[in-house]
């Protein structure tokens, strides 16, 4: 907000009757205009939901422990369905999950990496870490 | 006497591996390497003696320290132009 000094605006109109007019203010309070800034939105207000994780990454990983496995194509690869219960043994869990930290460009943890045993949980652990890359970047 | 190596330390040395193995720039290596790599630890798979377990696992330390240095020495000098396999279309 400034304040403009303004001691004498002299308007002359000529109407018939030469009416000299004169408007005289001393103080004339200018908005400078001011940036009204609204809600602040840095953040992105999605909602997190902790259990779920996205179909496209689930199918993904699902493709992945079929090429690694040797699994046929038809072959049914649920979510909640147990690496070893597909025939795979720890080297090869170690492999699946070294392929997905280079699939979709994450690092796993040593902690992290002994407690996968089932797609979903490789799911949820993939967009855990692909949240947490992309608030960092 | 070393005190026989546990799963997790012999899974820990499968992920260090091919974690390094990951930072050769030439497609070839890094290749046979992965390849190499998972072969070596599926032969040693089925190793029951607790002696030839720790000479196994002696053998993968020191051949990780190999592939770590060989790694940086292939970084230095790496060519400019990419091998075709790894140029994505």
Same mark, same amino acid.
Request: charge should be neutral; charged fraction near 25%; glycine fraction near 2%.
């Given at each position: ?24 203010? !001393?103080?004339? *309070? $200018?908005?400078?205009?001011?940036? &009204?800034? =609204? ?9 997190? #939901? ?42 090869? !869990?170690?492999? *699946? $999950?070294?392929?997905?930290?280079? &699939?979709? =460009? ?9 407690? #996968? ?21 | ?89």
């Amino acid at each position: 907000m400034a304040a403009v000094p303004v001691t004498c605006v002299r308007l002359t109109t000529s109407m018939h009757n030469n009416q000299i007019v004169r408007k005289n203010s !001393t103080f004339m *309070i $200018v908005p400078m205009g001011r940036i &009204e800034r =609204g809600f602040p939105c840095l953040r992105s207000s999605r909602f997190q #939901i902790a259990c779920a994780a996205k179909p496209e990454t689930v199918t993904k990983v699902c493709e992945i422990v079929k090429t690694q496995l040797a699994l046929s194509a038809d072959s049914e690869v649920a979510p909640d369905s147990k690496f070893s219960a597909l025939g795979a043994d720890s080297l090869d !869990t170690v492999e *699946i $999950v070294m392929t997905l930290e280079e &699939e979709f =460009g994450i690092s796993v943890e040593e902690e992290n990496s002994q407690n #996968i045993t089932t797609v979903q949980e490789a799911a949820d652990l993939i967009e855990k870490l692909v949240e947490k890359k992309n608030e960092t970047a | 006497m070393v005190p026989p190596s546990s799963r997790t330390e012999i899974l820990s040395l499968f992920r260090s591996f091919l974690r390094s193995a990951r930072q050769f720039p030439d497609y070839n290596i890094r290749e046979y390497a992965k390849r190499r790599i998972v072969d070596a630890f599926h032969d040693n798979k089925t190793l029951s003696s607790p002696s030839s377990v720790a000479a196994a696992f002696a053998d993968g330390k020191y051949q990780l320290q190999v592939a770590k240095r060989q790694a940086l020495v292939y970084s230095l000098y790496s060519p400019k132009t990419k091998s075709i396999m790894d140029i994505k279309y």
